[in-house]
């Protein structure tokens, strides 16, 4: 093999024209159309990650889904979960083997067949948020108001003694 026969560019055999010179893909019309659906696709699917950052994931609203705020201190963990236009009969909160389940369903208000353009997000949605085995269930403080969902789970005796500080040296 010739090093002529790696590049990408051709030369006119005829000694009256001048040479030219072009791409590969101008030659074959197959690489081009592979080419420009790759390129086609490539913009569908980034204006998707730019709009809706959560399209993709298996639930509905995506992995992200309600928004939570989780703190935790020596006595108690406590979670925060913003779940807007819901009510709390569309919510359900399950603790199960160490993960606190959220879930539920986000209605249509209406059905609105002229409907061009809506960035609401409708549908059902499952958040699991592994809280640990060391919970009292029966103590667990539930509260819903104006689209918050604040949740307290109290920890065992045996989960708070086993709480320890570690000096870090410098």
């Known amino acids: 093999m010739n090093v002529r026969d790696l590049i990408p560019w051709g030369r006119n055999t005829s000694t009256s024209q001048a040479p030219t010179v072009y791409r590969e893909d101008e030659r074959n ?3 081009s159309l592979h080419r420009e659906v790759n390129r086609l696709f490539d913009d569908v699917f980034r204006s998707f990650d730019r709009n809706l950052p959560a399209l993709g994931a298996l639930s509905g609203f995506g992995a992200g ?5 989780i703190s935790e201190t020596d006595k108690e963990i406590r979670i925060t979960a913003e779940v807007p236009g819901l009510e709390e009969k569309d919510i359900e909160v399950l603790l199960d083997d160490g993960v606190l389940t959220l879930r539920g369903e986000k209605r249509s208000e209406t059905e609105d067949k002229e409907k061009q353009f809506s960035e609401r997000i ?20 539930a509260r819903f108001k104006n689209g918050v969902l604040n949740l307290v789970l109290p920890k065992t005796e045996k989960a708070q003694s086993q709480v320890r500080r570690i000096a870090i040296n410098s």
């Open 122 to 141: 409708y549908g059902r949605f499952e958040r699991r948020i592994p809280v640990g085995t060391e919970i009292v269930e029966d103590k667990i403080d």
């Open 29 to 31: 019309p197959f690489l």
């Open 65 to 69: 889904w309600p928004s939570v705020e």
